[in-house]
């Protein structure tokens, strides 16, 4: 099997986006949290451990972080709805968090988690993604949450690297790549 990856998103422009992003999150929740009461950053794993680390380190408002997972993918093919791995018990009641995620692409993770933690009494919800495909959103999803926070905007493509990762290689890559290879590839699924 033949593997090609061509470039998407360098390394520094990543990191330019991100501190960006930062910026944006930091003005919306300044007045908002407290150190009593902060901003609770919830990262998906493992996909967005690269990403989550370094807006962190960049928002000033106070905050912390904790970990959700789920999965619905096996390699490129969804296997079913996202089920919770990890983190479904968070305790979010009066809290204002932020979804911190990899790629939005149909929509059912993002739709399953800020559905269980509105359930469960957040103040507010809000999503950041290092990379949006809303070219895959699920059409019954498309109004059931929002992206507030996006990093870049892509089209169908099958993208590694930066924590995104192809039956777990191309997580550790420096930059954002678009992934191809023989035909086996379905083009583009993500979570």
Same mark, same amino acid.
């Given at each position: 099997? @033949?593997?090609?990856?061509?470039?998407?998103?360098?390394?520094?422009?990543?990191?330019? $986006?991100?501190?960006?992003? @930062?910026?944006?999150? /930091? @003005?919306?929740?300044?007045?908002?949290?407290?150190?009593?009461?902060?901003?609770?950053?919830?990262?998906?794993? =493992?996909?967005?451990?690269? #990403?989550?680390?370094?807006?962190? *380190?960049?928002?000033?408002?106070?905050?912390?972080?904790?970990?959700?997972?789920?999965?619905?993918?096996?390699?490129? $093919?969804?296997?079913? /709805?996202?089920? #919770?791995?990890?983190?479904?018990?968070?305790?979010?009641?009066? $809290?204002?968090?932020?979804?911190?995620?990899?790629?939005?692409?149909?929509?059912?993770?993002?739709?399953?988690?800020? =559905?269980? #933690? @509105?359930?469960? %009494?957040?103040?507010?919800? !809000?999503?950041?993604?290092?990379?949006?495909?809303? /070219? =895959?959103?699920?059409?019954?999803?498309?109004?059931?949450? =929002?992206?507030? +926070?996006?990093? #870049?905007?892509?089209?169908?493509?099958?993208?590694?690297?930066? %924590?995104?990762?192809?039956?777990? $290689?191309? *997580?550790?890559?420096?930059?954002?790549?678009? +992934?191809?290879?023989?035909? !086996?590839?379905?083009?583009?699924?993500?979570?």
């Amino acid at each position: 099997m @033949a593997v090609t990856l061509t470039p998407k998103f360098s390394g520094a422009q990543i990191k330019s $986006r991100i501190t960006e992003l @930062a910026a944006q999150i /930091s @003005a919306d929740y300044a007045g908002k949290v407290t150190e009593e009461n902060p901003l609770l950053v919830l990262c998906t794993l =493992r996909g967005a451990v690269f #990403f989550a680390a370094d807006l962190i *380190r960049e928002i000033t408002v106070p905050c912390e972080m904790d970990f959700i997972k789920l999965h619905s993918y096996e390699g490129t $093919r969804p296997v079913g /709805s996202p089920i #919770f791995d990890l983190g479904e018990q968070i305790k979010v009641s009066g $809290r204002h968090v932020l979804i911190v995620e990899d790629i939005v692409d149909t929509g059912q993770t993002m739709d399953t988690v800020t =559905r269980n #933690f @509105a359930d469960k %009494g957040a103040s507010g919800i !809000e999503i950041c993604t290092l990379l949006d495909k809303p /070219s =895959r959103r699920i059409e019954e999803l498309k109004n059931s949450f =929002r992206v507030k +926070y996006i990093g #870049f905007e892509v089209e169908n493509l099958f993208i590694v690297g930066w %924590g995104l990762d192809y039956k777990d $290689r191309y *997580r550790l890559l420096p930059d954002i790549m678009i +992934y191809h290879e023989d035909a !086996e590839t379905n083009g583009g699924d993500h979570a």
